[in-house]
């Protein structure tokens, strides 16, 4: 069992700031990466940032140069957002790629997601 526990989110005026924060815990041998996707109404999940164990950053253009991700701690990750658009508005996913460890040793990588958080940004 793994378990995601996301804060951060609300509502704010465009141009304003918030963070998300995603802690993973549970049965997870090793993380991988660990990121944040999003999704608006009526449209499709995109990725917006992610990290990986060795501090490699990916993010979406439309991002870049306003949101940060950063690695907290081995299992954490913060996404500071700054000059938000109204075009932010979404629903944000955190998620975890991973191992586990069994009786036969390490699995295969696997991917969990947290339930969400929305962030509304006003004009």
């Known amino acids: 069992q793994v378990q995601l526990v996301e804060s951060g989110g609300g509502l704010v005026q465009a141009g304003g700031s918030l963070r998300l924060s995603c802690v993973a815990s549970?049965?997870?041998?090793?993380?991988?990466?660990m990121g944040w996707y999003r999704q608006a109404p009526g449209k499709q999940r995109e990725l917006v940032a992610s990290?990986?164990?060795?501090?490699?950053i990916n993010s979406a253009s439309s991002v870049k140069g306003r949101f940060t991700i950063s690695r907290d701690n081995e299992n954490t990750v913060s996404l500071q957002m700054s000059s938000l658009k109204v075009e932010d508005t979404a629903v944000y996913y955190c998620?975890?790629?991973?191992?586990?460890?069994?009786?036969?040793?390490?699995?295969?990588?696997?991917?969990?997601w947290g339930q969400g958080t929305q962030v509304t940004v006003s004009s």
């Open positions: 998620y975890v790629g991973y191992y586990t460890i069994g009786t036969y040793g390490v699995g295969p990588p696997d991917r969990y």
């Open positions: 990290v990986t164990s060795t501090g490699s």
């Open positions: 549970g049965n997870i041998f090793r993380i991988n990466d």
